[in-house]
């Protein structure tokens, strides 16, 4: 099938976080770091997930959808509103398809695969079937030492350079990642993460060819009673690019909720 949050995985894997040992970087963080980093969730790839997700794709529109994991492949996306993809504009109606159109390009002849898609239980958004949980391998974006940016309303918000590359030789992942900035926001009660920025302050050229003139994403996080862990509440992205005379734009948000969840 097309990966849940085709568009989102994108930009994750343009910025392609590291998962090498950060153990050297961590003993400096703030105990509030740690133990907010600390709430992070795996989960199982058979793991139950039921959720609604509206997908806001500014003048293109929006829908909402209601996603089930224990549906046939093909079948766990259910248009909510608008009723109809008919009414919706070609490009709102293009996404809305990319979203929830199984995947041709997968290997039909790996019957393993084929066998984990007809159960209908195959899910994953944050690495190793986590889902929507706040995950190990979105927690290793973090990298180099923190630096407390505010404190207010009981959050506390920290700088970091986000992790590009496993490799002492990161090549074009560190050449765009030197031009990337984050920001960590975790709740001083209870910790978890709350909020995760990595943006471009400034235009800037990873490629002789290609101009980024912005670019950010924004993952926020909530707790949800029941729940083993903090769990997504939004994604978002807004991209300007410029690449070989053409200049393109994207920008969405995808917001999650009446989220049920059931361990396996």
């Known amino acids: 099938m097309r990966s849940f949050l085709v568009f989102a995985g994108l930009m994750l894997a ?9 153990a050297d970087a961590t003993r400096n963080w703030p105990p509030l770091v740690r133990q907010a980093l600390g709430t992070a969730h795996e989960g199982n790839e058979d793991d139950i997930w039921r959720f609604t997700m509206t997908a806001d794709y500014g003048d293109a529109g929006r829908f909402s959808a209601r996603f089930d994991s224990t549906l046939p492949e093909g079948e766990r996306w259910t ?17 809305w398809i990319d979203l929830s159109t199984p995947d041709e390009d997968e290997d039909a002849g790996d019957s393993e695969s084929a066998d984990e898609e ?6 994953g958004i944050g690495g190793g079937g986590s889902g929507l949980f706040f995950s190990a391998e979105t927690a290793e974006m973090i990298g180099g030492d923190l630096a407390q940016l505010r404190r207010a309303g009981g959050r506390t918000a920290y700088t970091f350079q986000p992790r590009m590359s496993d490799d002492e030789d990161g090549g074009d992942a560190d050449d765009f990642g030197r031009f990337l900035s984050g920001e960590l926001t975790v709740t001083e009660s209870d910790p978890f993460v709350e909020r995760l920025r990595i943006h471009a302050p ?14 950010e994403m924004v993952m926020e996080f909530a707790r949800v009673e029941g729940l083993p862990g903090p ?9 300007d690019v410029s690449a070989l005379f053409q200049r393109q734009t994207q920008a969405f948000r995808f917001t999650f909720s009446d989220v049920e969840y059931e361990a396996r």
């Not at 910025?15 to 090498?20: D, E, G, L, Q, T």
């Not at 248009?79 to 996404?95: C, G, I, K, Q, Y």
């Not at 769990?231 to 991209?239: P, R």
């Open 14 to 22: 343009l910025i392609s976080p590291a998962f090498a040992d950060n």
């Open 79 to 95: 248009l909510v509103n608008p009723a109809s993809a008919e009414t919706m504009s070609d490009a709102l109606r293009d996404h």
């Open 118 to 123: 007809d159960s209908g239980t195959s899910f």
């Open 202 to 215: 400034a235009s800037f050229k990873p490629h002789p060819a290609a101009r980024v003139h912005s670019f």
């Open 231 to 239: 769990i997504l509440q939004s994604f978002a992205t807004d991209v």
